[in-house]
């Protein structure tokens, strides 16, 4: 799954809703990468980012977790 975010105000991390996902790695993207791999095929675009840390918290079991993914910089 990726995503392309617009920054708002300025963070080093970014939390996101999950359900029930497996999540095994995070990484920071060049600019643009999520439109370029739906608009080419993720199997198509080789892209390569950089690590992040990344937690999940149980929130409340009947409505999801979670997932905090530590930015390597404040944006």
Not at 54 to 63: A, G, K, R
Request: charged share 25%; proline share 1%.
């Amino acid at each position: 799954m990726t995503h392309d975010l617009e920054v708002l105000e300025a963070t080093d991390y970014v939390v996101f809703d999950s359900w029930l996902l497996d999540i095994i790695q995070c990484e920071d993207l060049e600019l643009g990468s999520a439109k370029k791999m739906m608009d080419q095929g993720a199997e198509d675009v080789e892209v390569l980012g950089n690590d992040l840390q990344f937690e999940i918290d149980v929130v409340n079991p009947l409505i999801g977790d979670a997932l905090t993914v530590h930015l390597n910089r404040t944006y």
